[in-house]
């Protein structure tokens, strides 16, 4: 295991190594979503669980990164602390557990349904490269600097048009999926999921997602879009 970790924490930082096209790999599957979310209202969808919002996370956070159409792909290998260790800080902050006390359970789950999916790819072939992958990932795809360069701000007392959304997020490609879940008759930004290829390029054909049990739905053009500001109260921050 030690060796094995040495060998993965040579991974240098940074996209150009990680972008490098996985041609000749054995993967059984074309696309991954990157998912980012929205705390302001994510703890709205929990009205008795336990949920915070540590005071260190101001913007989006990451959700996952999901290889598309597989889930737990190998239950042997397990995540250590170790293995991530010097992600742990940037982990905290960018890929925090609002509702998991401890992050590492979070983290955990994610390795154990997506991330041991992804070990096929040269990019995420082992713990370490998967987190430090998604960590750049939202460096690169930051819907934070997005939206705030389009004048979307978050708060309680305007909506936005879905097409503002969308023209803002143009540059992250024409399938970014917005979704949003129905709150006092207002639908509300949740999670922003963007769709990439194997080799890491913004884009791919997925195919289309059923929502019919799922807990957020896709944001429509037939009602504005609330965008919630983190407040102290993550249950209510626009009551
Ligand atoms: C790709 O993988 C196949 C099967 O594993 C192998 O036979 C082939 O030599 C590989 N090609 C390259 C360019 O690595
Ligand atoms: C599953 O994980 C183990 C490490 O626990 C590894 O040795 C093995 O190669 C993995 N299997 C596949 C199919 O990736
Ligand atoms: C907008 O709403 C916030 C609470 O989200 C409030 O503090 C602020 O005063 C409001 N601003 C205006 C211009 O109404
Ligand atoms: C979506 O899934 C449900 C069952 O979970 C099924 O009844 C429905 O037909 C599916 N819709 C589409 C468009 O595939």
Same mark, same amino acid.
């Given at each position: 295991m030690a060796l094995y970790a040495a060998i993965c924490l040579t991974v240098l930082y940074g996209l150009t190594a990680a972008t490098?096209?996985?041609?000749?790999?054995?993967?059984? @599957?074309?696309c991954l979503t990157f998912a980012q979310l @929205?705390?302001?209202?994510?703890?709205?969808?929990?009205?008795s669980k336990q949920c915070r919002i540590p005071k260190y996370v101001t913007g989006w956070t990451i959700h996952g990164l999901w290889p598309d159409?597989? =889930?737990?792909?190998?239950?042997?290998w397990l995540l250590t602390e170790e293995d991530i260790d010097d992600l742990q800080d940037d982990l905290h902050h960018y @890929?925090?557990?609002?509702?998991?006390?401890?992050a590492f359970k979070f983290w955990t789950n994610e390795w154990h349904k997506h991330g041991t999916c992804a070990t096929c790819a040269d990019s995420m072939s082992c713990p370490h490269k998967y987190f430090s992958l998604a960590l750049q990932l939202w460096t690169k795809f930051s819907i934070d600097a997005a939206l705030t360069a389009a004048g979307i701000n978050p708060t309680c007392n305007n909506s936005y048009t879905y097409e503002h959304f969308h023209s803002a997020l143009s540059d992250l490609g024409t399938h970014v999926n917005l979704q949003c879940y129905n709150h006092k008759k207002r639908q509300i930004l949740m999670q922003i999921k963007i769709p990439l290829s194997k080799d890491l390029s913004i884009g791919c054909n997925t195919p289309?997602?059923?929502?019919? =049990?799922?807990f957020y739905k896709p944001c429509t053009h037939k009602a504005d879009i609330y965008f919630y500001p983190i407040t102290q109260h993550p249950h209510n921050p626009c009551p």
């Amino acid at each position: 295991m030690a060796l094995y970790a040495a060998i993965c924490l040579t991974v240098l930082y940074g996209l150009t190594a990680a972008t490098q096209v996985d041609m000749n790999d054995s993967c059984r @599957w074309k696309c991954l979503t990157f998912a980012q979310l @929205w705390p302001g209202s994510f703890c709205v969808t929990f009205s008795s669980k336990q949920c915070r919002i540590p005071k260190y996370v101001t913007g989006w956070t990451i959700h996952g990164l999901w290889p598309d159409g597989k =889930k737990y792909c190998n239950d042997t290998w397990l995540l250590t602390e170790e293995d991530i260790d010097d992600l742990q800080d940037d982990l905290h902050h960018y @890929w925090p557990s609002l509702i998991k006390t401890i992050a590492f359970k979070f983290w955990t789950n994610e390795w154990h349904k997506h991330g041991t999916c992804a070990t096929c790819a040269d990019s995420m072939s082992c713990p370490h490269k998967y987190f430090s992958l998604a960590l750049q990932l939202w460096t690169k795809f930051s819907i934070d600097a997005a939206l705030t360069a389009a004048g979307i701000n978050p708060t309680c007392n305007n909506s936005y048009t879905y097409e503002h959304f969308h023209s803002a997020l143009s540059d992250l490609g024409t399938h970014v999926n917005l979704q949003c879940y129905n709150h006092k008759k207002r639908q509300i930004l949740m999670q922003i999921k963007i769709p990439l290829s194997k080799d890491l390029s913004i884009g791919c054909n997925t195919p289309e997602e059923n929502f019919s =049990k799922s807990f957020y739905k896709p944001c429509t053009h037939k009602a504005d879009i609330y965008f919630y500001p983190i407040t102290q109260h993550p249950h209510n921050p626009c009551p």
